[in-house]
């Protein structure tokens, strides 16, 4: 193991992501280093594995789906019902505004007739 | 438990097809919401099990981030695929209720995590031996410190950007960079050096023998 081995083995993990961290001098030193070499056929072994992996199936749980699914219905209810609460409370705040402008149009006529 | 489902069967289909359900759901449409859950589920669960490394805080984590997608679905700009959305998703819970938590999991995987293979491969030898690769790497993944785990699992399995994993897992992205390294680092010792060492420690007890 040389300096140039030990610098190599910092870089190796990040030579997954980019190629460009290895300089031509590190590239020359890999070319003619079987200690190098093994440590590069190592990265990419456990990279090539990896990415088996999201290839691969896992035992999935009994009844998980159906949890799934009950627990959109019990939101897309929960959503209704304040979509239905938030229209009550809006038709409220219309009908009382309606309310108070008709009474204030009644006070603002009586006061009219009043002073006239 | 039922049998192992494969992960991919969402890539089988059309992009077409699941960009047709996301519009119909975003819409407000509940079914091709639910047919876009029975399309991604296994493949959230498996994630979610992958970063969690249990089947109880995966199955929490799966069912919080179709809640939160469902919530969210309007702000789903259509950008970038409904899997990779969901899979940001899935890492934020995780890494959500991880934290909340507060443990760190070291344990092994169960024996039932040990997942099967439903890829043909040509040469048997070269199929057992990629197996058997397969599983020391999910042993490595399970025995990470979960922070180290959720990086390696989102980058070099679920192929996410440095970028989408920082900001779903709230830090910086150099920061992700380094646990990235450092994962990457003990993954290798675990996967390779270890098993090199045992396979000479064993040479060396039958040197002895002989």
Known sequence: MTKQCDHLADLMPGLLDDQNLLSPEDAAHVAQCLSCQAEMSRYRRLERTLQDLRDLAVPVPSGLLEDLLEDLDSASERRERHRIAGRRAASLVGLAAATAAGVGGVLVLATRRRSA | MVAPVAATDVTRLGQFEMGTLVADARGGDRRAFDALVRRTWVGTYSLALRLTGNEDDARDVCQEAYLRAYRGLRRFRGDARFTTWLYRITANCASTHLGRRGRHRHEELDDDLVVSDLSPAVDPVGRAESARLRET????????????????????????????????????????????????????????????????????????AV
């Open chain 2, 137 to 208: 790497v999910q042993n490595a993944l399970a025995t990470l410190p979960p922070r180290l785990r959720a990086v390696v699992v989102l980058r070099d399995i679920y192929d996410l950007s440095h970028e989408v994993i920082a900001a779903e897992l709230g830090i910086s992205v150099s920061a992700a960079k380094v646990r990235l390294h450092r994962a990457r680092r003990r993954l290798r010792d675990d996967v390779f050096l270890r098993s090199e060492a045992e396979g000479s420690s064993e040479e060396d007890v039958d040197d002895q």
